[in-house]
Each structure stands twice: as C-alpha cells, then as structure tokens.
C-alpha cells in the first residue's frame, strides 16, 4: 500500500495567528533563537491501489477542491512509499 | 518550508528599482507610472500632478490611488449623502446626536450620562473570495470603528444577503460567511443580537454581508480622529503589519469580479480575534489614563488613511519614518506598507509626556507599539523611509478633497414596465386548503423560515446584558446594570420594496427598523445606513442610489431620527446585472428599564390579540408573491410615516405603561408570518377570526406598512383601547392566544408542530452538512 502525504501550509503572505502563537510562547518556554513559525496541516492518504498519474492527478483535485482553501493556502503532493523511501510527486496550487 | 518540488517556490525578491524619493520625483517628471492599474483615471492622475507640482513619487501614488477609489473617497456617493446632513432634523427633535457624520462613527446621547456609538459597514467583496476570513474581519473593523470613538463595544449585528439558498456557490458562501462572523465574534467575546438573512438570485455574485457594532461610553469619553499639538508623537499599536490586502481598497472597490483576473486577486486579510481583545482592551485603559490626543483605528488603506485622516482633521501636518513600521515580512516595500490592511492596527496622537505611560500600558497587554513619527508646523504629510523622503503631500488632498463626481443617472426604461407589472393580477389562493398551503409555502421557504440554524452559531449572551436577540424584532442590551437602561437595534432592508422604487424603498427599510426598535419597547433615536448599490458608471443603479438617498434623507427628517454615520458599497454587481438596490438601515432606540422591554413571543393563553394599523390590498414586492410566482413587479406598499410615529408611540406608551404583553411588528409575509412567529415562540396556538370586509388572503399576506400584531392581558383591554381610540389609531381584535394549534376561523387550521417543522427544518436542511467545510 502507498501513502501519499499532502501538506497544506498558509500562504507565505498570510497572517498565521496559530504560528504566531507558538512563537510568543517559545521563549517563555526557554527555546530561544526561533526567528519565525509557521503552523501548517499534514494530510496522510493511505491508498489501496497502485499510485498511477491518473491517481495522483485524482489526489491532487482533491487536495485544490477540499483539502486545501487555495485563496489562503498552498499545498505540496508527494508519494511516501510503503518501505518508508521517499518518492517524489508533486503538484501545488495556482 | 516549502518543498522543492513546489511549482511556485518562493525566491527572493526581484532587486527592486532605485528607492523613487520625492527629490528624485521631481527630476524625472516623464516616468512612466501605473496609475491605472492602481484603479485611477487619466483625468485624476493629472489632478494629483497638478496637486504636488511634479510627478508623484511611487508611495504617493499607492496612496492617492488608494485614497481615491470608490470606497475610500465617496466620490460618486458624496453628492447625494449631504443631504444626510442638511435634512438632518432639527431641533427640538434632534437633541441626542453628539457626533454626526465624518468621524469614525457617530455618537448619540442616550440618557444617564451615557452616549452610544453604533455604525453599521460593508465587507461585501471580500467575504465573496474568501467567505471566512472576509466575514470575520468584516466584524474586526467594525469593532475598530466603534472603539476609536473612545467606547467599550458591546455587541455587533450582521446583515446578510446571498444568492439564492439551493445554488451550490451559497453553500460555499453561507456557511463560511456564518462561520467567520460567529468565529471572530465568539473569540471577541461580543454577542451577536440580530441582523438578517435573505436570499435571491440578484445577490449570487455579490452577496452582501454587512456588518454593525455597538458600543457605550460615558460622554466625556468621546475621542476624535485628529492630530493637533505640535510635537506630539504618533504611535502605530497593534499587530505587525504584513502584506495583507495590497491593493485590496483599490482593486476590490474599482473594479467588478468580472474584469479581475486571479493574478489581482489580492492576499487575503486573516484576522486575529484575540490580538484585537487585546487592543481592546489596552485601548479602554488607554482611555481610562485620557493618554491620546486623537485615534484613528486602520482598516481598508491602512497606514496611508489613518495618518492622511488624522493629519488633515488636525491643524498641523505630520512626519512619520516609515521604517520604523514592525513588519511581518520585511521584504515589503514602502508602498506596500502604506497599502498595507494588516487587521488589529491602530494609530494614536500622544502628547510626548504621556509616550512612556502610553507604552508601558501596551507592553502589560503584550501589544506592539512604535513611536512612527510626529504632529509638525506645517501643513505637509511628510513620509521618511531610511531618511529619504518619499511622501510630501497636503493632507486634505489625499484624505478630504479627493475627486468629486456628478455621476449622470437616469430613471431605467424598465421602470415603468416593471412597475405596471401588478402583484394584484396574480392567482390567488381562495379555499381554507389552498390558504393552508400557502401559509406552510411561505413559512418554510428560505427567506421566511426560521434562521436559528445560522443565529444559533453565533453567541447571543456573552457579558451577560443581552435583554433580546434574534428572533426577536430588535436586539436589546442593558447599559447600566442599576437603573436598567438600555438599547435596542434593528437592521431592515428590502431590496425587492427598492428595485420596484427606490424612494419607497429606502423609507419601507427605515420604517420597518424603526417600527422593530418601537415594537420591543424603545424609542428610537437615531439611524445608521449601508447602501449596497450596483455601478455609479450605470446611469439607472446611480438613479436608484439617488432615490434612495433622497427617501432615506426625507424619511429620517421627518421621523426625526438623524442619520449618524455608515457607509455606501457600490459596484455590487457581475458584469452588467447589478443587485437589487438595498439600503440597509440600522435604527438604535433607548429604552429607560430594560424589564419593561417588550418580546415577540406569545407566552400565556386567553391573552387578546390586536391588530394595530390599517390592512390593505399590498402585494406588490411581497413575500407570498415571490414564494409562490417567483413574482416581481407593481408597486411596494405605501409610505405613510405619521402613521409609523404614531404606532411607535402606541407600542412605546403599552409597554411601559404595561398594557402589552407581547409585539411583533408586520412586515414581510405580512399576518400571517408574525402570526406563526409569535405563536411558535411561546409555544402557544391562537384562534383569530378575519374582520368583516376584508378578504382572508389579503388579511392573512398583505403587507402593508404601520402595522404591528399586539397581545393584550384582558385585564388592560379597556384601557389599551382607550389608548388607541383617544390617539386616532385604528386597531382590531382580531382574536386569542389559545389551544396549540393556529386556527383561521372558516378558513383552515394547522398545529405548532407541523408548522415549526416547515419553519425550522429549512435552513438546517439546506446547509448543515456543508458547516464542516466553512471553518477550512
């Protein structure tokens, strides 16, 4: 079985309050020298057949129409093989 | 962060050109500049070089350019808005307006030392590309506008309009736009008391969501935008500023979504609901300490309005080093900071004796905040970036004399046509069974269903002073907690009453504010406005706009009722269809003990019901016409504002003399829907018989105007009918709280519970499974 990963973040321009956030809180915490955090989702999509290009293609629809807002957000496709080598893949928003 | 099998990786910036500073400007008088891709006409590129003397230099064009769109200028508007002011009432009627017009918002005495401030505000286009954030930052600014005047917000309300309610585009709107409003709202810790919720096709490319906030101060907590006092610093607080809504002011309010390819789309702003609690808060201490001279809260053009605003309201001029701005992203440009909409900003004048007490209260609430510049001689705004002038402009040039137009309108040829159109010809239903069904047609379509689903996501009583909220007829909020002052506020608009005639549309939308804040028991006093218009490059949505001023300013005179302050919203359209012209008007009443207030709901049996007003053969625009003929066309119901002021008074004197135990005023779907209302809120049935004379249908759908459905404790019968009787108002007994089930009398019965699962199971039906989606 392959799992193909899709990773959501905000786009660089876009205020991320949640990142923001977990950097006010850094120093108080004693982890100093983070200069900047941005938080973003992880997709993890276990598919049952083999990952062709139609199928990535389908992943990749579905990542711009439903995992993604891609007013805000951008997001990256690749395939994760089973073995845990990483394959490449891509696709990203317009 | 991104990796590299991205297809948009993000480089560095492209070396950017030579800084163009003011001196270099005026050397190169032929560059080559992009005014009209930043929204300006030939003619006012010209006025600005003719204002400066010489070219402007890059950021003086970001900021003229940003100035002067629609949105920020009022350029098309303007005309016709005065006569909010020089028809204002006069005295003696109009005494509680203490601020009008021109400021932030407008502030009205209501009593107790005690002043209100309330405005309501469009963010139409941006809740339309990304309906979450466009809607919750709409909130976000709103409640800015109300805090800069120097009070605590207490509540907001939203208008809404969408397209219509089974079009697959709603349900990607609908749900995000609710999401964001009851996102940013609930974090704030403001409850949501009211607004609206309607749908047609008119609004499919253009929704409208509009969005109001109230708030309370004692009357020496007034605060102005303005920056006097030579020397005194100007200090940026709040969040970092980043590139959020570039050029949004610009191009969102210059140009239709047609014409605007996703390469302009600008970068969305995001809000942050608890960095803007915190500015609240640090601002009423602040406030509290009497720290500022003037304020000014940034919302659309951000820098370049605020400190063109305070500079040109002051009798000096400005310096500011716009290097100093904390940014989010330093690669920004100065003209990109400048236009710059980075929510939860604000902009404060401070004496330079007070500075350190002013950043020691911002550093408690962990708020950023930078000395940017300072209050100077002369009569320039002048902008430094790394000691290299880049701005040197009048202020009122950019801020308060910017274009003027006398955009030409003409009454469309489709008026006539339109209006001949009658509703009257229309089949009627004549039996009890056909009356039946048009009553559960009506009652279960989407505009005249219940909008619990949609208010229910919205927190009503956070602080613990709502007194009434949504589905009640106006929102009502306690001010002191002692003497159980209060506020009440309705939001009213019918853009089917306004394509069918502008001028009556407007006054129909006051009316029925005014009869809603008057039917909870308070006495209005004073009006906000939102007029969503099509294109002014239209002549026919510019004679629409018009009108509806006209009947706006008209209105408010004669109910004595001042419009404070609000806002115009035009170019609402897709390609050459333009929506429904739609004045929104926000009526805010003050009622002396809020345990006086009056509600819709029918709460004991054997209780009178009274049908105050005249009922006549009013179709036209109406409810039933539209839910049962898709109909649009004949005239709206007639105006008769004396008749409103008298009701008004009638509803006023009953609830505080306690002769009311319930109101609700009649507007769209007439009788029969505040009927079904009123009854469903209490949990009780009635039994109503029709007068002599008039027909069932008529009786039960007409919509005509000044009327309002009353229940009286028989114990007060007398005496309310006295009332009535000795100030000339017609009223009818018209039947009684009874039983569980409504029953037209000869005509057709139908049980509460039949009719609230048509009532409340339509909006549920149509959006619940896509809430998931919206909080994306």
């Not at chain 1, 990773?7 to 991320?16: G, N």
């Not at chain 2, 009627?93 to 021109?102: K, P, Q, R, S, Y």
């Not at chain 2, 506008?145 to 509540?155: E, Q, S, Y």
Request: charged share 25%; proline share 6%.
């Amino acid at each position: 079985m392959a799992r193909v990963v899709v990773d959501v973040m905000l786009k660089p321009e876009i205020l991320d309050p949640q990142g923001q956030a977990v950097q006010r809180a850094l120093p108080r915490l004693g982890f100093e020298g983070i200069a900047d955090v941005r938080q973003g989702k992880r997709f993890e999509l276990d598919v049952a057949e083999p990952v062709t290009d139609e199928a990535l293609a389908r992943i990749r629809e579905l990542a711009e129409t439903f995992l993604a807002n891609t007013v805000i957000e951008h997001y990256t496709v690749r395939v994760e093989e089973a073995e845990g080598a990483e394959g490449a893949g891509a696709g990203a928003a317009a | 962060m991104t990796p590299s099998t991205q297809s948009e990786p993000r480089t560095a910036p492209a070396p950017r050109t030579a800084l163009d500073t003011v001196k270099h400007a005026a050397g190169t008088p032929g560059a080559d500049q992009p005014w009209a891709e930043l929204g300006l006409k030939q003619d006012e590129y010209e006025r600005i070089r003719e204002i400066l003397g010489r070219r402007p230099t890059g950021a003086e064009l970001a900021m003229y350019s940003v100035m002067w769109s629609e949105h920020c200028s009022y350029k098309s508007s303007k005309v016709h808005l005065k006569q909010f002011g020089e028809k204002a009432p006069g005295q003696p009627e109009n005494t509680a307006m203490l601020v009008g017009i021109g400021e932030n918002a407008g502030v009205v005495d209501i009593g107790q030392d005690y002043a209100v401030t309330f405005k309501v505000e469009s963010h139409n286009h941006p809740s339309y590309v990304e309906p979450y954030q466009g809607a919750a930052t709409g909130i976000g600014g709103i409640v800015r506008d109300i805090l800069a005047m120097g009070a605590r917000p207490v509540a907001v309300m939203d208008p809404l309009r969408f397209g219509a309610a089974d079009h697959p585009d709603t349900r990607r709107v609908l749900p995000g736009v609710v999401a964001g409003i009851g996102g940013y709202g609930n974090c704030l810790g403001l409850p949501n008391i009211g607004g609206e919720v309607v749908f047609d096709d008119c609004y499919q490319g253009n929704p409208l969501v509009n969005a109001l906030c109230v708030g309370v101060m004692k009357h020496e907590d007034i605060h102005l935008a303005q920056a006097s006092g030579t020397g005194n610093k100007v200090i940026l607080y709040g969040a970092r500023t980043g590139g959020d809504g570039i050029g949004g002011v610009s191009v969102l309010a210059s140009e239709t979504f047609e014409e605007e390819g996703p390469a302009k789309r600008p970068a969305v702003q995001v809000g942050d609901p608890f960095q803007e609690k915190l500015l609240i808060e640090c601002t009423l201490e602040i406030f509290r300490e009497k720290l500022v001279a003037g304020i000014q809260d940034l919302g659309g053009a951000g820098l370049s309005c605020a400190t063109s605003e305070l500079a040109s309201a002051g009798s000096g001029g400005m310096r500011v080093e716009l290097d100093t701005v904390p940014l989010r992203d330093s690669s920004l440009s100065p003209e990109e900071i400048l236009m710059s909409e980075s929510q939860e900003r604000m902009c404060a004048v401070v004496e330079p004796g007070k500075v350190d007490r002013f950043l020691e209260i911002c550093e408690k609430w962990d708020v950023i905040a930078t000395v940017i510049g300072e209050v100077t001689e002369g009569e320039r705004l002048e902008i430094y970036w790394h000691g290299e002038q880049i701005v040197d402009v009048p202020p009122r040039t950019v801020a308060h004399e910017g274009p003027v137009y006398h955009r030409p309108y003409e009454r469309p040829s489709w008026q006539d046509a339109l209006q001949a159109d009658d509703a009257a010809a229309l089949p009627r239903p004549g039996t009890g069974e056909e009356l039946r069904a048009a009553t559960l047609a009506l009652l279960s379509s989407p505009n005249q269903a219940a909008k619990s689903w949609i208010t229910d996501q919205y927190d009503r009583y956070v602080l613990g002073n709502t007194v009434l909220a949504q589905p009640e007829d106006g929102g009502m909020i306690r001010v002191d907690e002692e003497t159980g002052l209060g506020v009440a506020l309705a939001t009213d608009g019918n853009g089917r009453y306004a394509k069918l005639d502008p001028y009556a549309g407007a006054q129909l939308a006051l009316a029925e504010s005014y009869r809603n804040v008057a039917a909870t028991g308070a006495r209005p006093l004073a009006v906000t406005d939102c007029l969503n218009f099509g294109s002014p490059e239209d002549p026919s949505a510019m004679w629409q706009f018009a009108e509806a001023c006209r009947g706006l300013a008209d209105a408010c005179r004669e109910l004595g009722t001042p419009v404070t302050g609000g806002n115009v919203s035009l170019y609402n359209q897709t390609g050459d269809t333009a929506i429904h012209p739609t004045p929104v008007v926000g009526v805010l009443g003050v009622i002396d003990d809020v345990s006086r207030r009056t509600p819709v709901a029918f709460a004991e049996q054997g209780q009178l019901l009274y049908l105050l007003g005249d009922t006549r053969e009013e179709l036209g625009g109406s409810a039933w016409s539209q839910v049962a003929h898709g109909h649009l066309g004949g005239l709206p119901p007639a105006v008769d504002l004396d008749r409103e002021r008298l009701l008004a008074e009638i509803l006023i004197a009953a609830s505080r003399d306690g002769m009311i135990d319930a109101a609700h005023d009649l507007s769209d779907g007439g009788l029969i829907q505040a009927l079904a209302e009123s009854c469903l809120k209490g949990g009780n049935g009635a039994r109503v018989v029709v007068p002599d004379g008039l027909s069932p249908f008529v009786f039960l759908f007409s919509e005509s105007q000044g009327r309002a459905l009353v229940a009286v404790p028989r114990s007060e019968e007398v005496r309310f009918n006295d009332m009535c009787g000795a100030r000339g108002l017609p009223v009818a007994r018209i039947g009684v709280v009874d039983g569980d089930e409504i029953e037209i009398q000869g005509q057709f019965g139908v049980s509460l519970r039949e009719l609230r699962e048509a009532h409340e199971g339509t909006l549920p039906a149509l959006f619940a499974g896509d809430a998931e989606r919206a909080g994306a």
